[in-house]
């Protein structure tokens, strides 16, 4: 039987070890708040991709644990101002670049210049100062990037004898020999639902390939009558004259051509970049490709668009700099390239280093990427610009269903808009 004594020895033995030991992570953990739109682990190659990420920033960083909310994208920016103002915003939340000017005004984000570093901002595939900057501070980190690009089925054009179009001539002329009671040849969205993001998202890329410039570099509108007029004559003659879509489209919004190009209910359709590894995914597999947008004019190249996510700091952020921490690393290289098997463009140069990219299954990407620095633009949009896409969405509905003309419709929106010329 032991005695007193050497129970005694064993449990102050004992105290001891657990003493040195060190308290388990989740003890001394900071955790941060996530505000995103993305499920992680959901199944999708974007999905997949996230929680990759975070699993990989919780290893390295055992002392920040991460809290994803889940966000519907159409709630994101109202909840993301309604939260400010009642002092509880997230530590870390995404903004989609054509919204930051709104939130900036709103108070709902802070800058990020003072947890970034020179180094941060070296090495990106666009200059630091295109994206995610307002009055010359960095209130957001560009995650990816992404542009509107024509979107096909292979297994129906070419069965149809139909090729790609270059111009928005040849969309009529090629989308029409695919049309079908099954198929619809060219799909578009003039719904205002979602903000009418599909329809601006078309506006904007019309109006460069047509010459203009819808919203600048400094903030302001461009709203050329001719092309505008031209824009909305284009979707006329496409239901009315090409038979390449439908009155459908009011109703068509982002997720429909998804949905219609994964399934082979649409020939072509012009979509971002980003919901290509998606479509794939869902049904279109190898039968899918992607060419540049439409131009007006023959023989031209097409520029785009460049949007995107960002990743910006809560103005209410509680604890900021595990928020800069967590931000930082989304831009390294093993989070960009998570991001770019996911489907999606990489933001960052050293990335590309990588040798997936050498994999056929990189190559959208690397074209993507390779288009985009010859071709891409990024604009600064007004905090009221969603305002203009509904307005647009609203007219083109009235010159496909009620036959109002372009002119009178575009003109009725120049009136009505208020724009910051």
């Given at each position: ?122 090495g990106w595939l666009l200059p630091w100062d295109k ?130 190009l994964a399934a082979g209910t649409i020939g072509m ?76 463009l990489p933001t960052r140069l050293e990335a590309y ?69």
């Amino acid at each position: 039987m032991q005695s007193i004594r050497s129970k005694f020895l064993i449990a102050a033995g004992l105290a001891a070890f657990m003493g040195g030991m060190a308290l388990p992570a989740h003890a001394q953990q900071t955790e941060i708040v996530l505000w995103d739109i993305q499920q992680p682990g959901d199944g999708s190659p974007r999905g997949e991709a996230f929680k990759k990420n975070l699993e990989a920033f919780e290893a390295q960083n055992p002392d920040i644990k991460v809290r994803v909310e889940i966000i519907p994208p159409p709630l994101l920016d109202p909840n993301l101002i309604q939260s400010a103002s009642a002092g509880n915003s997230p530590d870390v939340t995404r903004v989609f670049n054509i919204y930051l000017q709104r939130h900036v005004a709103a108070g709902s984000i802070q800058p990020l210049d003072q947890y970034m570093t020179e180094a941060d901002k070296e090495g990106w595939l666009l200059p630091w100062d295109k994206s995610g900057v307002v009055d010359g501070k960095k209130y957001g980190m560009p995650l990816e990037y992404r542009f509107s690009a024509m979107l096909y089925r292979k297994d129906l054009l070419d069965p149809a004898g139909a090729q790609v179009p270059k111009t928005w001539d040849e969309v009529c002329s090629e989308a029409k020999k695919v049309t079908s009671p099954k198929v619809m040849g060219f799909s578009f969205g003039i719904s205002e639902s979602d903000q009418a993001n599909i329809l601006n998202e078309l506006m904007e890329t019309y109006f460069l390939n047509a010459g203009g410039r819808l919203f600048g570099e400094d903030g302001k509108v461009n709203l050329d009558r001719n092309i505008g007029v031209g824009f909305l004559a284009t979707l006329k003659r496409l239901v009315s004259e090409c038979n390449a879509a439908t009155p459908a489209v009011v109703e068509t919004t982002y997720n429909t051509v998804t949905e219609g190009l994964a399934a082979g209910t649409i020939g072509m359709g012009m979509i971002g970049t980003h919901r290509f590894s998606t479509i794939a995914a869902k049904g279109a597999g190898d039968n899918l490709g992607w060419a540049p947008p439409p131009t007006v004019e023959p023989g031209k190249e097409g520029e785009v668009n460049v949007r995107g996510w960002l990743l910006s700091m809560g103005v209410n952020a509680k604890h900021p700099d595990e928020a800069a921490r967590f931000i930082r690393f989304m831009m390294s290289k093993e989070a960009q390239l998570n991001i770019a098997q996911g489907g999606e463009l990489p933001t960052r140069l050293e990335a590309y280093d990588d040798p997936w990219f050498e994999q056929p299954e990189a190559a959208a990407v690397v074209a993507w990427k390779d288009y985009i620095t010859k071709h891409g633009v990024v604009s600064n949009y007004p905090d009221n610009f969603v305002e203009l896409s509904q307005l647009m969405a609203q007219a083109a509905q009235q010159v496909i269903l009620n036959d109002v003309s372009p002119e009178d419709a575009f003109d009725s929106v120049t009136k009505q808009y208020q724009a910051p010329y």
